[in-house]
């Protein structure tokens, strides 16, 4: 499975956009994008996943860039019940493949 | 519409006993797995099924067998309850890739929190 990277924590302030980073140089072409996030004592929650274009819904934006091999998660205005663990996972598209989790990204945000 | 169900909460085991966590679904998903937490870590999978009557290994799946005969639940038994299976765990499900053309993200339950004692 194709590894991504993600900065262990974030911080932010409430109300202000947030950019969470993550890279993926060995992503391959049927690789889609997900993203989740964990809040403390919860199961992970889908935030949003795409292939190649931009994708918007009402939780986040996430912007692939050209070549794939990078993407970012925007929270347009991040809140307090934003703070959360959020995961960037390569997930191959030729057929239901498995969700591989890493250590993700801690974001933390401050009233 | 429940969506992803597990029980039991929370479970206490004494080492050497056998248990079945529940997960059901209500959403029809062809896919579902099983993941396990340990403190500050991410999730590891332990086993997968990707429709009635077909299940496969993930990448811890010692200790655990499970089973899939019906579309909605997707039991998780531990055989002999050690302490290294304190964790968390967690069922998830999704639909099959490309359903209507479409790709989908997947749904998870709230989690069971064991100790094996």
């Known amino acids: 499975d194709a590894k991504t990277t993600q900065p262990n924590s974030m911080e932010s302030n409430e109300e202000e956009p947030v950019h969470l980073p993550c890279n993926h140089s060995?992503?391959?072409?049927?690789?889609?994008i997900h993203w989740y996030r964990q809040l403390p004592s919860q199961g992970p929650e889908y935030v949003i996943h795409?292939?190649?274009s931009n994708v918007n819904n009402r939780m986040a934006s996430l912007a692939i860039a050209e070549d794939r091999k990078s993407s970012t998660l925007i929270l347009h205005r991040a809140t307090l019940r934003d703070a959360a663990v959020y995961y960037c996972i390569l997930n191959y598209g030729g057929s239901q493949g498995n969700l591989i989790f890493g250590k993700g990204t801690k974001l933390s945000v401050k009233p | 519409n429940a969506g992803v169900t597990q029980t039991p909460k929370f479970q206490v085991l004494k080492t050497g006993q056998s248990m079945t966590l529940q997960c059901a679904q209500d959403?029809?998903?062809?896919?579902m797995s099983w993941y396990r937490q340990d403190p500050g870590m991410g999730l590891r999978l332990i086993h997968y099924?990707?429709?009635?009557?077909?299940?496969d290994q993930g990448e811890v799946p010692n200790g655990y067998n499970v089973s899939r005969s019906t579309t909605e639940d997707f039991p998780l038994r531990l055989l002999s309850a050690a302490p290294s299976q304190t964790s968390v765990y967690f069922c998830?499900?999704?639909?099959?890739?490309?359903?209507?053309?479409?790709?989908?993200?997947?749904?998870f339950g709230s989690g069971t929190r064991l100790t094996v004692v």
């Open positions: 060995t992503i391959s072409g049927t690789d889609y």
């Open positions: 099924s990707v429709g009635a009557g077909i299940t």
């Open positions: 795409g292939l190649t």
């Open positions: 959403m029809n998903h062809e896919y």
């Open positions: 998830a499900s999704s639909y099959s890739r490309f359903r209507d053309g479409l790709t989908y993200g997947y749904t």
